[in-house]
């Protein structure tokens, strides 16, 4: 599994260590980390596996080698595209309670998924029958929603003012995000049937009764001393 960032028309572990994968049949799966960000502007439409790509973006030019590792080092191969990733310490709760809002009103329709259901999805993926060498799933959760929907949930949730967070302009990347609706129907058929948390409620709900599911303090907590 590699959630390694591409460079500049190539996968950086691919063309490095592709030979860790031979002789061909040794490794029986291989997954990787993508985004549904590869997809192009909808305007609020869905979108599924099999809708139009940019082919120009690093992201999709990593996506297509792990997919050709598959039929070249015969096992299966999976790109996981993933919406807007939260869970603990990393949710619209903790971001609002460190004063770093920003932007808490843009409507645009976005897809998430909690990390957990994440992980139970690609785990399902490693020991699905399915033998097709090559397969992408969207990784999102049920209810596409906007920033402001989120954040204005969070803020009730938590019980937490407008004057506790640090509000600013609408910045460039908030203009320039795409707005889109991942359908997940692949996911429930092929790999989990129901998620944990089937929309962002559900989620923050959780985070806030302080659930760090799937984590352990200690993988916690070195992530934060990282972060610091």
Known sequence: MSSIPP???????????QD???????????????STSVYSESEGGWVDEGSPTDQ???RCIAENLWLELGDLEEMRSRVFRCAGIYGPNRNALATLRARKAGNTTDSKLVSRIHVGDLCRGIHASMTSSISDRK???NMSDDLPASRRDVFSYAKRLGSISEGDTDLVKLTRRDKSRSSKRVKNARLHNE???????????EGLKDLESQCIWPFTESILQVSVN???
């Open 135 to 137: 397969r992408v799933y």
């Open 20 to 34: 860790m994968f031979r002789p061909a049949g040794k490794t029986k799966w291989v997954g990787y980390i993508s």
């Open 7 to 17: 460079l500049e028309g190539m996968d950086p572990l691919l063309s490095v260590h």
């Open 226 to 228: 990282r972060n610091n």
């Open 56 to 58: 120009s973006l690093n």
């Open 191 to 201: 790999l989990i049937t129901d998620l944990v948390y089937p929309s962002y409620v």
